[in-house]
């Protein structure tokens, strides 16, 4: 389909709103919209992201889809696909420099608000770890395994073993619940103090194990459960 002169209006009146405005007062859809004109010029795109905005529910779940299931929507081609997710990677990177060069424990809520972004949206559990070292700076945020919709299996020794690689002095540890509650199982109170443990005698430090869900964060050491 061709860009109709009042389509081309429509764009217009959407980039005059957005400069002069910011996004606040934007339908999730219009962003969307707005975004894949940019890799689709030609062609309306309001029907295409109503279409995903439905599909997915929300701006996050899209923007957090994976190629495969965007391009499941009828009307979205790698050139879209490839355009959301490069707005994915420049938010998580923006957020992640924001928590990177200084101590972690004093810039927590940057932390949290990219891993929220990182975390939040997954259909699947993903166990990662933020290794610091001694003045708590973060050197490293690795995945360390990708799971299923209630698991993501987590060797301790392994994490250790990373740590003294990598000439950590402390870790955070971080998983996300796909079910969208953060409150964290028995298997990952469990989980947790075996990793301090292991950690225990060779000096690192296990900070906090931070869980991830759509509706919010749980901070293990905050509940005192470690």
């Known amino acids: ?3 109709a002169p009042s389509s081309s209006g429509h764009r217009e009146r959407l980039r005059q709103r957005l400069l002069a405005a ?7 859809y219009e962003l969307l919209e707005y975004l894949l004109a940019l890799a689709i010029p030609r062609q309306d795109t309001k029907p295409l992201a109503k279409r995903l905005t439905d ?4 701006l996050a779940a899209v923007i957090a889809a994976t190629p495969e299931e965007l391009k499941r929507v009828e009307g979205l081609g790698d050139g879209a696909a490839a355009a959301i997710k490069f707005v ?16 972690v424990l004093s810039g927590w809520q940057a932390l949290l608000d990219y891993l929220h972004a990182a975390l939040a949206q997954r259909p699947t559990e993903q166990f990662r770890v933020i290794f610091l070292n001694n003045r708590n700076i973060m050197i490293r945020d690795e995945v360390m395994n990708d799971g ?3 698991a993501a299996p987590v060797y301790p020794r392994e994490i250790v073993k990373r740590a003294l690689d990598l000439g950590a002095a402390a870790v955070v540890l971080v998983h996300n619940h796909p079910s969208g509650d953060p409150q ?8 947790t103090k075996a990793i301090i443990e292991a950690g225990r005698h060779l000096g690192l430090t296990v900070h906090d194990h931070v869980i991830i869900g759509s509706t919010g964060h749980v901070s293990m050491r905050a509940q005192g459960l470690i």
């Open 1 to 3: 389909m061709s860009d």
């Open 148 to 150: 299923t919709v209630n």
């Open 88 to 103: 994915e990677a420049v938010m998580l990177k923006a957020l992640q420099q924001q928590a990177l060069n200084r101590p």
């Open 184 to 191: 964290p199982s028995r298997d990952d109170i469990q989980m």
């Open 55 to 58: 599909e997915f529910g929300s």
């Open 22 to 28: 910011g996004g606040d007062g934007f339908h999730d």
